[in-house]
């Protein structure tokens, strides 16, 4: 279980800034109480966005994210396995590939695929069990959206919402598996697989900007 509780180079909890993030919540009185509250304040400290993707190592460090007020579900469980483990809550990162089914079209437009590749969760290991979590969609973006925020109570797992009403939203079509640390290379592998032109092509504009390890490091 060690492993699940250590600093790593991206789950950087020793970080000032980290640390100042999860203050409020080292007074409350249980690991699932904290687990509730960090997903919270994880989920709607930054607004989601998937068109400005880095997957660099400095980009992906829990510090440099609490830099910056939007973010992709990769960082946003970034920030939360790292103040888990700063609050002594084990905590793995997972991965999985997804197809969102509601308001991508623009996002589609620049990926080219209709699966989304790599989206990140988190595992907790609460009170004798782990349990999972999406603090993706912050309640701004589900405003806009117009589907209700994700809730989660520490007790059962919160993945991203398979239909809202009779209308799907969110489907889970492959799984990696969970991690000690986020797998650098083998997300720029996977991404790689579904999106070869955003490694062959430069994007840093306004609307959508992509980053990513030079060819041949993975």
Known sequence: MQEYLA??????????????????LRSLSSDKEKAVQLYYKVRDAFLYDPYHLDLTPEALKASQILTKKRAWCVEKCIVMAAGARA???????????VINHIGVEKLMHYLRHEEIAFHGFVELYIEGKWVKCSPTF???????AKVEP????????AL??????????MEYTKFHGTFADVPLL??????????PHLFKTVYNEKG????????GEF
Do not use: W
């Not at 912050?138 to 806009?144: L, M, P, S």
């Open 7 to 24: 600093s790593t180079p991206f789950l950087d909890f020793e970080n000032e800034a980290l640390q100042n993030f999860i203050a409020p």
């Open 87 to 97: 609050l002594g809550i084990p905590t793995k990162l997972g991965y999985a590939n």
């Open 138 to 144: 912050d309640t701004r973006v589900c405003r806009i």
């Open 150 to 157: 994700l809730d989660f109570d520490g007790e059962k797992d």
């Open 160 to 169: 991203l919402q398979a239909f809202i009403g009779e209308e799907q939203f």
């Open 186 to 195: 083998l997300m720029n592998q996977e991404m790689y697989n579904y999106y």
């Open 208 to 215: 959508f900007s992509f980053k990513h390890l030079p060819m």
